[in-house]
T-cell receptor, first 114, second 114 residues
Framework: KAGVTQTPRYLIKTRGQQVTLSCSPI?????VSWYQQTPGQGLQFLFE???????NKGNFPGRFSGRQFSNSRSEMNVSTLELGDSALYLC?????????????FGPGTRLLVL | ELKVEQNPLFLSMQEGKNYTIYCNYS?????LYWYRQDPGKSLESLFV?????AVKQEGRLMASLDTKARLSTLHITAAVHDLSATYFC??????????????FGTGTLLAVQP
């Protein structure tokens, strides 16, 4: 079974630009969560989607948004990039987000904002 | 607001020795997860602990959960170099029965020296 895939793996942008990251969950998984990892703030939850609906949201500004498609693939978008958005963005999938389920993480997209 | 603290932040140990990583969290939760991250890589699920008193073991790693003390431990037995990585604990704070909103600890960087 293929794992969680994320594209692109690396990205360089400049301040003010916007970026879209993509995540394809494990086949059959319907829940996709996004996390930001930085040296200063650690791993922080961005949002979670299930059946095309945002079910949970973290404490990030509105510049961070996401969506999920009918095939469970998810995208996150960051508009008006700031230097502090440089991070590793990880997505994770699970079957339905149930309490006994493990989240499987993708390899991440490393974003550098110049 | 839920806070998850790990200690120590950095652990240098010799091969063959035993040690414990501690994970404290500030509000009630019955769901705690341990992950491993190798440098430049994504997160790998180690354990899912779902109830008070839960204990799980895999190889040289054993995790336990005490929900009353809001404490989880990850015990390393007879460490080997391959265990060198960063270990994260995470508590689930999803709402409405849904999960997948993980609040991560700061991580413990484990370096096992020959």
């Amino acid at each position: 079974k293929a794992g969680v895939t994320q594209t692109p793996r690396y990205l360089i942008k400049t301040r003010g630009q916007q970026v879209t990251l993509s995540c394809s969950p494990i086949s059959g998984h319907r829940s996709v969560s996004w996390y930001q990892q930085t040296p200063g703030q650690g791993l922080q939850f961005l949002f979670e989607y299930f059946s095309e609906t945002q079910r949970n949201k973290g404490n990030f500004p509105g510049r961070f948004s996401g969506r999920q498609f009918s095939n469970s693939r998810s995208e996150m978008n960051v508009s008006t990039l700031e230097l502090g958005d440089s991070a590793l963005y990880l997505c994770a999938s699970s079957f339905s987000g149930g309490v006994q389920e493990t989240q499987y993480f993708g390899p991440g997209t490393r974003l550098l904002v110049l | 607001e839920l806070k998850v603290e790990q200690n120590p932040l950095f652990l240098s140990m010799q091969e063959g020795k035993n040690y414990t990583i501690y994970c404290n969290y500030s509000t009630t939760s019955d769901r705690l997860y341990w992950y491993r991250q190798d440098p430049g890589k994504s997160l790998e699920s180690l354990f899912v602990l779902l109830s008070n008193g839960a204990v799980k073991q895999e190889g040289r790693l054993m995790a336990s959960l005490d929900t009353k003390a809001r404490l989880s431990t990850l015990h390393i037995t007879a460490a080997v170099h391959d265990l060198s990585a960063t270990y994260f604990c995470a508590v689930d704070r999803g709402y409405g029965g849904a999960t997948n909103k993980l609040i991560f600890g700061t991580g413990t960087l484990l370096a096992v020296q020959p």
